[in-house]
């Protein structure tokens, strides 16, 4: 099986409902049909019940099996807006500003994702990352034990030997701009948990930079440096390694003669960026060179499952989306 052909496999072990607040966005209900069709997880629609289902007609879209909810006529608007209040007051918002706020769908669906009533969250197919991580971490806060949200990417790479079987997650490419060596440190710890959840093997992390064991001095690379050092103190047990150039983290033949001796280099699956810059480039050369699958950016660190997409994401893009956000669910403990 494909690597997300796995995940739907998983996905369908432990039936999970997933709320879509965007149902204005046309892809967004192809993938709820698609979704539906092959019967992985439930799917909550967020918008005007009679738009929506006459949006799926005129598209041919089976979208029978989904539940529509207008936050407007719905019957846990009052209890959604005033837990909502109570959560926000202390920095200064009022009951008034809360009812209007919790009528915005990606408001909404955060609630019921707060409150138990779904139990994970995908947008961003028509918002940017902001708009989708701003009502994340108001309403659902950081999970236990973890510093910094950040995002990653799974990338599936066609023919390809490196990885693991050409599957690998790329940190951070959607989220953190200009990680502190502490901060790349905790997004290598979150990436690597990420990996082994949705792949169920081992992570082998490079941490990235455009210098191999020292080949290069510069402020980039000794930050780099401090990150490694900082990781292997936090996460002893973790088969991590850097400062790598990539060639010598994913190629045994350059990983033997650049670093000698590494217990990842030539074998890792996790690459760390040391920037949004370099990550984000780095996925978008590897999606439309190598032709491979972008899952992302998904999001790691928040205390319930919620998933961005790409503004450029295709309905089967949404529907991979939903499948990795169930089988994050699925470790929610």
Do not use: W
Not at 278 to 290: F, S, V
């Amino acid at each position: 099986m494909t690597f997300i052909e796995t995940i739907k496999a998983k996905a369908k072990t432990q039936i999970k409902t997933i709320v879509l607040p965007e149902s204005e966005d046309i892809r967004v209900i192809e993938g709820a049909a698609k979704v539906l069709k092959e019967g992985f997880a439930n799917i909550i629609l967020i918008g005007n019940e009679e738009e929506v289902k006459n949006r799926a007609k005129e598209n041919n879209l089976d979208i029978s099996k989904a539940q529509i909810i207008n936050p407007k006529t719905s019957e846990k608007y009052e209890e959604y807006a005033n837990n909502f209040y109570e959560l926000r007051k202390a920095k200064g918002m009022t009951l008034e500003q809360a009812k209007q706020t919790i009528l915005e769908p990606i408001y909404f669906g955060m609630m019921m994702v707060k409150q138990g009533d779904s139990d994970g969250l995908v947008s961003g197919a028509c918002h940017s990352t902001a708009n989708t991580l701003r009502p994340a971490l108001q309403i659902l806060k950081t999970a236990p034990g973890t510093k910094l949200v950040s995002a990653f990417f799974t990338m599936v790479v066609p023919n390809c030997e490196y990885g693991e079987e050409g599957v690998f997650i790329f940190g951070d490419c959607g989220l953190v701009e200009n990680p502190s060596a502490d901060d790349l440190s905790e997004i290598a710890i979150s990436s690597s948990k990420s990996f082994e959840q949705l792949v169920g093997k081992e992570a082998k992390v490079a941490m990235l930079s455009y210098s191999t064991y020292g080949s290069a001095h510069s402020e980039l690379t000794e930050k780099v440096v401090e990150a490694t050092k900082l990781l292997k103190e936090k996460a002893p047990h973790l088969a991590c390694d850097g400062e790598l150039q990539l060639d010598a983290a994913i190629v045994p033949t350059v990983a033997s003669s650049k670093a000698p001796g590494s217990n990842i280099a030539g074998k890792a699956n996790t690459l760390i960026f040391p920037d949004l810059n370099a990550g984000n480039i780095g996925y978008k050369l590897t999606q439309r060179l190598a032709k491979a699958e972008a899952y992302g950016p998904l999001c790691q660190g928040i205390a319930k499952p919620v998933n961005d997409l790409s503004r450029g994401c295709s309905s089967d893009d949404i529907a991979g989306v939903v499948a990795i956000t169930c089988v994050q669910a699925q470790k929610v403990l």
